[in-house]
């Protein structure tokens, strides 16, 4: 699944080997040229695979009928929840409008464990009443290390911390890994692959720290 077409989304998508795609890329995308069935994200979508349930929350069959309607408020909206309990949001780059038209259609429906912050962290996004819907245990962040456009803002990070969201952010975290059927575990690969210069190393019988 491809939320929207811009190219931090669905840059490297051509080099992925899938016998079928969905996404809320228009008819003449490149990525939709080829012979890979597509099929259009559209809310009420839902299908399990494996014990795990998968529900397409955003956009419905309208918005795509909108004029100029913004890359952003097509991303197709994923949750992802398994007969655990363990469950997980995935948002796209949906801004303050869709999160509104989310929280009055089904707030209930929102509710998840893990929240990946909708557009990066951007402050166009992560309104207060969809995180109090949502109402994540940990937020995740992707975003660039010095990101130029300031993701993650910080008024949006103020307002998870407001709400004791413990937040992980992939330009200081790395990939953030979670393995919820491990006993809960969950962790940075920066913390468990540290650069090179970072290695402890043993010499002369001291443990030292290379530079």
């Not at 008024?155 to 809960?184: H, N």
Request: charged share 20%; aromatic share 6%.
């Amino acid at each position: 699944m491809l939320s929207h077409r811009d190219a931090d989304h669905v840059g490297g998508a051509a080099a992925l080997p899938v016998a079928a795609l969905s996404s809320s890329l228009e008819a003449s995308h490149p990525l939709r040229s080829g012979r890979v069935p597509h099929m259009r994200c559209e809310a009420g979508q839902h299908w399990v695979w494996d014990g795990v349930s998968f529900t397409v929350l955003h956009p419905r069959a309208e918005d795509y009928e909108r004029p100029a309607a913004k890359p952003n408020a097509l991303s197709c909206v994923l949750r992802v929840a398994d007969a655990q309990g363990h469950s997980l949001l995935l948002t796209g780059d949906i801004e303050a409008e869709q999160e509104e038209r989310l929280v009055q259609g089904d707030a209930a429906a929102l509710a998840s464990q893990v929240l990946v912050v909708p557009h990066h962290g951007s402050k166009t996004s992560s309104t207060p009443a969809f995180l109090d819907a949502v109402a994540p245990q940990l937020a995740v962040v992707q975003a660039g290390y010095r990101s130029r456009y300031g993701h993650p803002a910080p008024p949006v990070l103020a307002r998870y911390a407001e709400r004791g969201i413990v937040v992980r952010r992939s330009d200081t975290c790395g990939a953030w890994r979670w393995q919820p059927g491990d006993g809960e575990a969950a962790y940075c690969e920066r913390d468990q692959r540290a650069r090179y210069w970072q290695h402890r190393l043993r010499h002369g019988g001291a443990e030292v720290a290379t530079r």
